[in-house]
């Protein structure tokens, strides 16, 4: 099976970067759509990015303007730009993929965590 391993997060102040990364591994495999979802203490899981095989790709509201989705396709690995970091970004961030071969349903990463002081 495919396997995701996020990095990149940390903890920063409002207002500044920080750029995630998540790298796919497996054997035999291709994936149609990878994307990021993030979930912050006591909140469901909240979409915030994806980006398809075709070059689509699309971004929460609370986000647009702020965060860049990106993918690097013979690394298969998709990157997370977050500019203009707030406070209510805070959150473990997960990475996502699914479609294509050699995958089920949608395989997770494990999370990497962000934090974003006032």
């Known amino acids: 099976q495919v396997q995701l391993v996020e990095s990149g997060g940390g903890s920063v102040q409002a207002g500044g970067s920080l750029r995630l990364s998540c790298v796919a591994s497996?054997?035999?495999?291709?994936?149609?759509?990878m994307g990021w979802y993030r979930q912050a203490p006591g909140n469901q899981s909240e979409f915030v990015a994806l980006?398809?095989?075709?070059?689509?790709?699309n971004l929460a509201d609370s986000v647009k303007g702020r965060f860049t989705i990106s993918r690097a396709y013979l690394e298969n690995t998709v990157y997370l730009q977050m500019n203009l970091l707030k406070a209510e970004d805070t959150a473990v961030y997960y990475c996502?993929?699914?479609?294509?071969?050699?995958?089920?349903?949608?395989?997770w990463g494990q999370g990497t965590q962000v934090t974003v002081s006032s």
């Open positions: 996502y993929a699914e479609g294509g071969r050699g995958i089920v349903g949608r395989r």
């Open positions: 497996g054997s035999r495999f291709s994936i149609n759509v």
């Open positions: 980006t398809t095989d075709s070059g689509t790709t």
